[in-house]
């Protein structure tokens, strides 16, 4: 039985302070993602994360050991995301973002130009991307996570790819 | 941009975001949930059993304790049963260590 195994056995079974050991060992990912998907608000991103953190602990009973414990934190961690844009009533989940904004190409550092592009996709787009490249997850766990069809995950990677390319390649 | 050079950006693992006190404050939050749920759960129970208490035949389960209590102590299938409870208990307790 693997480490992250037991960890999840036992928090499982109620054990707080082994949930403490896998809170330490995802929250780099979770905090991650959920700033790429409000577009590098950290306050908004770390407020998600306590509550999908939280909401992970009182749902841990329902987690199923078929896709990775941190695919599982990602779907709770879109959810929370989904709901806080409806809460704000911005930001349609399929729309194209912000348009306006600097150039992405005037910024030296390629990161940063891919982090203003990403900003300008969908949010469902943003998500896609990271679960899929960033993240390293499989088109079908994707579609999970987003809780979308295979086809539907798929076509969101093409759109948001080629976006992308447009954004990063127009001075 | 070739795909190439896309893919290599988009693959590019997200910045690792430093703890900082996070895993502390979810860490108790969560004991602190639990600490609750525990509190509420106790005060239900001890408001039903109030709630019930006095509904209960206690005279006659008091009797019948007297009458079957010495059996009860003295027969092999209960010494059986509870040394069962027992073992259950303390290799349920070791396997959670």
Redesign the interface.
């Known amino acids: 039985m693997g480490g992250d195994e037991l960890l999840i056995r036992k928090a499982v079974a109620g054990d707080a302070a082994a949930f403490g050991l896998l809170v330490r060992q995802q929250q780099s990912k979770v905090r991650g993602f959920l700033r790429r998907l409000a577009r590098g608000d950290a306050a908004l991103a770390d407020d998600l994360a306590q509550e999908t953190f939280l909401e992970a602990w009182r749902k841990i009973g329902q987690y199923r050991r078929e896709g990775s414990f941190g695919a599982w934190l990602c779907g709770i961690a879109w959810s929370r995301f989904l709901m806080e844009l409806r809460r704000r009533k911005e930001e349609p989940v399929e729309d194209i973002g912000d348009t306006e904004g600097s150039d992405p190409r005037s910024a030296a550092d390629a990161r940063l130009d891919l982090e203003k592009a990403m900003a300008r996709l969908a949010p469902v787009e943003r998500a896609a991307l990271t679960l899929c490249y960033a993240l390293g997850h499989s088109h079908g766990d994707a579609a999970e996570i987003l809780g979308l069809p295979l086809g539907t995950v798929k076509s969101h990677v093409l759109r948001g790819r080629e976006r992308l390319r447009t954004m990063l390649e127009t001075p | 941009?070739t795909d190439e050079a896309?893919?290599d950006?988009?693959?590019?693992?997200?910045?690792?975001?430093?703890?900082d006190g996070?895993?502390?404050?979810?860490?108790a939050?969560?004991?602190a949930?639990?600490a609750r749920r525990s509190r509420i759960t106790i005060w239900a129970t001890a408001l039903g059993a109030l709630c019930i208490a006095p509904f209960l035949p206690l005279r006659e389960i008091g009797a019948i304790m007297t009458r079957t209590g010495p059996v009860l102590a003295n027969s092999l299938a209960m010494s059986i049963a509870a040394a069962a409870l027992i073992l259950t208990f303390s290799l349920a307790q070791r396997l959670?260590e």
């Open positions: 941009m896309l893919d950006l988009l693959s590019q693992p997200l910045a690792d975001v430093a703890d996070f895993s502390s404050r979810i860490l939050a969560v004991t949930a639990e959670r």
